[in-house]
Each structure stands twice: as structure tokens, then as C-alpha cells.
């Protein structure tokens, strides 16, 4: 799955460089698609019945699942950039979220900053309790033990992550939060999807009329987070990210190391 990881990363980097005031969704759309004609695989989100698209982009209170429009990027939106790759039958899954500069306005940039600050250090929470927890719902503990750290964040319920492997989308469910029960043995050889999905006010959501966009329902901001991450005998590596995970889990003594 390195490649699959590789290419999703590659992808995500490329949206990101175009991400600028201006540019539209669909314009990183079509980025997205130029790396992963370029790595020789497919996107993997256009193999969900019914999306045309490489990309998810959910802008402000569109949390999840927006779908890539010619609406340019204006200052101050946050931004949740979410996309994969299938390399030789393998997948990869990830997302970012961002906020574009707006003097006017630096209130609502620095509270927009702080919501996506706070859902990437709950990623990385959940991505170090995975090298060491026992069983899959430890992740989701841990994940939430974060977020409430770092405020009056909201988390929804009813999305989170999942294995991946030779489909985009398969078990386990990985949660953002506590659950009953420990949740599947974690071995060598699992690799699962990790997202937190987190809002700046009431978690409560609803799905626009195309059928796909979740915003918060009361009209907050959200963002969104993800990374695939491979466990196997050695330890843990985070496929889509270039150095394997080593920036994000240092800061939580935790060392990545390479899949041999």
C-alpha cells in the first residue's frame, strides 16, 4: 500500500499549492487528477457510485463530502481538502484543512486557525495511541481526550474512519470518540483510515440537497482531518504522509518506522 500512500499524499500537496484566494474547488480538482495520472493509478473517489470527482473540498460550515465547484476561494474560508489514489488494486486515503489570510477579518481567521490546529493535533493523538493501544477503540478515546484539551469543540457522530485496503471504504469503523466496548485486536497488518470530523459549535449535521455535502446544522465552522496508517511487525508508518508520520508523532514520543 506505500504507492497508493504515496500518490494520496502527492495529490493532497499538489491541491494544497493551489489553494490561493481565487482558485475554485474544481481547480484543484483537476491537480489532483494530474498526480495520479502521473503515479499510473485512478482516483478512487470517482469509484463511489455517483461521484465524478478526485476530490471532496468543504468550505466553512460544509464539513465533509463537498463536492468540487467553480465558487472561488475567498479570504478567510476554511478549508477541508479530502482525496485518494488506487496504485495496483491498493488504496489511499487523506485530508487536510487550511484557512486562507484575511487582514480584514483577523478574528475569524485566528478562531478558524485554532478549530483546524486543534483537529490536526486530535489526528495525531489518535495516530500515536495506535502504536501502542491493544484494541481499535482506544484510537477514539484518544482522539477525544484531545479535542476536549482544546476546547468547546464539537465532534460528529455518525461519520469517522476506516480500513482501507483493496477498497477505499472497508471494516473496521474507526470512531472519534469513546464508544463501549475495545473494539477489533489490533495486529500487524491492519491499516485503517483515521479522521476526526470536528466542528466549532454544535456537532449537530444535515446532507445538502446534492446528496453528499454535510454541514453543520448550525451554520459553524468545521474541519476535517485524515491519514492512512499501516501497522505492522515493526511498529507503525502513516502511508500518506511523506516522512511516514515522524513530524506529527515526535511531539508524542512516538517514532514511525519504515515498512521493510
Not at 465547484?69 to 484543512?97: M, Y
Not at 482501507?164 to 470512531?175: K, L, Q, T
Not at 470518540?177 to 477489533?184: Q, T, Y
Amino acid at each position: 500500500m506505500v504507492p497508493a500512500g504515496e500518490a494520496t499524499a502527492a495529490l493532497l500537496a499538489a491541491a494544497r499549492e493551489r489553494l490561493v484566494v481565487g482558485a475554485t474547488p474544481l481547480d484543484l480538482d483537476a491537480a489532483a487528477d494530474e498526480v495520479i495520472l502521473a503515479h499510473g493509478g485512478r482516483s478512487n473517489f470517482r469509484l463511489v457510485p455517483g461521484y465524478r470527482h478526485a476530490l471532496c473540498v468543504s468550505v466553512d460550515d460544509d464539513v465533509v463530502h463537498g463536492i468540487p465547484g467553480d465558487r472561488p476561494f475567498r479570504p478567510g474560508d476554511i478549508v477541508s481538502v479530502d482525496g485518494g489514489a488506487e496504485i495496483d488494486g491498493w488504496n489511499g486515503d487523506a485530508a487536510f484543512t487550511v484557512v486562507l489570510p484575511d487582514p480584514e477579518r483577523p478574528d475569524v481567521v485566528l478562531a478558524r486557525e485554532q478549530l483546524a490546529a486543534a483537529a490536526e493535533r486530535s489526528l495525531w493523538a489518535g495516530i500515536a495511541a495506535l502504536a501502542s493501544a491493544r484494541h481499535l477503540n482506544e484510537v477514539g478515546e484518544a482522539i477525544e481526550a484531545s479535542v476536549e484539551a482544546s476546547g468547546a469543540y464539537g465532534i460528529l457522530e455518525g461519520y469517522g474512519g476506516h480500513g482501507i485496503g483493496r477498497s477505499m471504504h472497508e471494516d473496521p469503523s474507526v470512531y472519534n470518540h469513546a464508544v463501549r466496548g475495545r473494539g477489533p485486536r489490533i495486529r500487524p497488518g491492519l491499516v485503517v483510515a483515521i479522521e476526526p470530523m470536528i466542528t466549532a459549535g454544535d456537532p449537530a449535521t444535515f446532507v445538502r440537497d446534492d446528496g453528499w455535502t454535510v454541514a453543520t446544522a448550525d451554520g459553524g465552522d468545521g474541519a476535517h482531518v485524515e491519514h492512512s496508517v499501516a501497522v505492522h511487525a515493526d511498529g507503525i508508518w502513516v502511508l500518506t504522509a511523506p516522512d511516514g508520520g515522524a513530524e506529527g508523532l515526535a511531539p508524542l514520543g512516538v517514532r514511525p518506522v519504515p515498512i521493510a
